[in-house]
């Protein structure tokens, strides 16, 4: 299961049978064209609208702050880190589908509404305040809780939910953005500089704001034991989100720039605050976890006294993968990132057949965690 190369990455893997892997493999294909092909045909319709050109700008505006925004959401996640796959999902699912089915029936609504009332404006205005909130949130909801209910081994509490909402948001934001930025280039107004610092630096979380409290309430119905607990969190955070979403965009419409500005200082910004101090909080709670489920294996000689108290405090990980870095270089920077990894794994599994959520391969996945851990080890001693 394990590499012989001393100096190759050590990871944990339990593969599947060849025929579930296989039928995996092909499922995986098949929704990665549908997306594709989704994505492709809201660019073009996009590009219907502004032109190749507005299209092109609107793709390079959007997509340039892309990386720092995903590297500052990825930076709260520093227990336990989330498979890159499932974070790839949950950016392109956003960045995709989610917003392909937010046109196609954001548009629908709009001129329904604006056809049975006879105006234009109050189909927009409809549209705006209270179809968009409603189906995007929804839209970027579903990625959300295919995680929550297929992969509950990844989908551990608080932080997990606050990064994948953020990832799906950033994606469903960037595509969104193409379209304000390629339509602002060659408008009259404020122009392409005055949408990118709107939407580009004023607000660029606003829609991994917004889906983040559906993923807070999935990560507390997680974490707690309770069913109703279980059942109304989820449906509470999703409520939420849609209510945040619609007040964002009915103070421009109804009221404005002024409307915009009172609301982005009196309830956005303060909301923002609020999930930083719920992050600090679940960054806390899972630092404990790991304190928990990792003291056995101090005093069973697993980890030294040094190594436990490390593991534990996001600050001590950092000087733990410094110190590795100064003694061996990159080679043992990685290794040293790959211990707590691991160790974390291991801590959040037993949490998880502590809490009753178990697997069939659990005895497994314990002994492959430990086996992975006195290697890495090895190496880094």
Same mark, same amino acid.
């Given at each position: 299961?394990?590499?012989?190369?001393?100096?190759?990455?050590i990871v944990?893997?339990?593969?599947?049978?060849?025929?579930?892997? %296989?039928?995996?493999?092909?499922?995986s294909?098949?929704?990665?064209?549908?997306?594709?092909l989704?994505?492709?045909?809201?660019l073009?319709?996009?590009?219907?609208?502004?032109?190749?050109?507005?299209?092109?700008?609107?793709?390079?505006?959007?997509?340039?702050?892309?990386?720092?925004?995903v590297?500052?959401?990825?930076?709260?996640?520093?227990?336990?880190? *989330?498979?890159?796959?499932?974070?790839?999902?949950?950016?392109?699912?956003?960045?995709?589908?989610?917003?392909?089915?937010?046109?196609?029936f954001?548009?629908?609504?709009s001129?329904?509404?604006?056809?049975?009332? *006879?105006? !234009?404006a109050?189909?927009?205005?409809?549209? %705006?305040?209270?179809?968009?909130?409603?189906?995007?949130?929804?839209?970027?909801?579903?990625?959300?809780?295919?995680?929550?209910?297929a992969?509950?081994?990844?989908?551990?509490?608080?932080?997990?939910?606050?990064?994948?909402a953020?990832?799906?948001?950033?994606?469903?934001?960037?595509?969104?953005?193409?379209?304000?930025y390629?339509?602002?280039?060659f408008?009259?107004?404020?122009?392409?500089?005055?949408?990118?610092?709107?939407?580009?630096?004023?607000?660029?979380?606003?829609?991994?704001?917004?889906?983040?409290?559906?993923?807070?309430?999935?990560?507390?119905?997680?974490?707690?034991?309770?069913?109703?607990?279980?059942?109304?969190?989820?449906?509470?955070?999703?409520?939420?989100?849609?209510a945040?979403?619609?007040?964002w965009n009915?103070?421009?419409?109804?009221?404005?720039?002024?409307?915009?500005?009172v609301t982005?200082?009196?309830?956005?910004?303060?909301?923002?605050?609020?999930i930083?101090?719920?992050?600090? @909080?679940?960054?806390?709670r *899972?630092? !404990?976890?790991?304190?928990q @489920?990792?003291?056995?294996?101090?005093?069973?000689?697993?980890?030294?006294?040094?190594?436990?108290?490390?593991?534990?405090?996001?600050?001590?990980?950092?000087?733990?993968?410094?110190?590795?870095?100064?003694?061996?270089?990159?080679?043992?920077?990685?290794?040293?990132?790959?211990?707590? !990894?691991?160790?974390? *794994?291991?801590?959040?599994?037993?949490?998880?057949?502590a809490?009753?959520?178990?697997?069939a391969?659990?005895?497994?996945?314990?002994?492959?965690?430990?086996?992975a851990?006195?290697?890495l080890?090895?190496?880094?001693?």
């Open positions: 299961m394990y590499p012989q190369d001393p100096n190759a990455p944990v893997s339990l593969k599947p049978s060849g025929h579930r892997s %296989a039928f995996k493999i092909v499922l294909v098949i929704a990665i064209l549908i997306a594709m989704l994505g492709l045909i809201v073009l319709l996009i590009g219907f609208e502004t032109g190749p050109v507005g299209l092109l700008i609107g793709m390079v505006a959007a997509t340039l702050p892309v990386p720092v925004y590297g500052l959401a990825l930076w709260i996640d520093r227990y336990e880190s *989330e498979p890159l796959w499932m974070l790839a999902t949950a950016f392109f699912w956003g960045a995709l589908v989610a917003v392909f089915i937010a046109f196609l954001n548009t629908a609504s001129v329904m509404v604006a056809v049975v009332t *006879e105006s !234009q109050t189909g927009e205005a409809f549209g %705006a305040v209270i179809s968009a909130p409603i189906v995007e949130e929804s839209a970027k909801a579903i990625i959300l809780f295919i995680f929550f209910f992969k509950r081994d990844e989908f551990d509490g608080v932080v997990d939910g606050i990064v994948y953020a990832m799906v948001g950033l994606g469903f934001a960037m595509t969104e953005n193409i379209q304000y390629g339509r602002a280039a408008s009259e107004g404020p122009g392409l500089t005055g949408v990118f610092i709107l939407r580009g630096t004023l607000a660029p979380f606003s829609h991994p704001l917004f889906t983040s409290l559906t993923g807070i309430g999935l990560g507390l119905a997680r974490q707690s034991k309770n069913t109703f607990v279980k059942l109304i969190l989820p449906i509470l955070g999703f409520t939420m989100a849609i945040l979403h619609s007040t009915g103070s421009i419409v109804i009221f404005g720039g002024a409307g915009f500005l982005y200082v009196l309830i956005m910004v303060p909301a923002f605050a609020i930083l101090v719920i992050v600090i @909080f679940a960054l806390r *899972e630092g !404990q976890i790991v304190r @489920f990792l003291v056995a294996d101090m005093h069973g000689g697993v980890f030294t006294v040094d190594e436990y108290n490390r593991l534990c405090t996001i600050t001590g990980r950092m000087g733990a993968n410094f110190n590795a870095f100064t003694r061996g270089g990159w080679g043992h920077w990685r290794a040293s990132r790959q211990f707590h !990894q691991t160790a974390s *794994e291991l801590a959040f599994h037993r949490s998880r057949i809490r009753g959520i178990s697997s391969d659990a005895q497994e996945r314990e002994a492959a965690y430990q086996m851990l006195r290697d080890l090895q190496r880094l001693r």
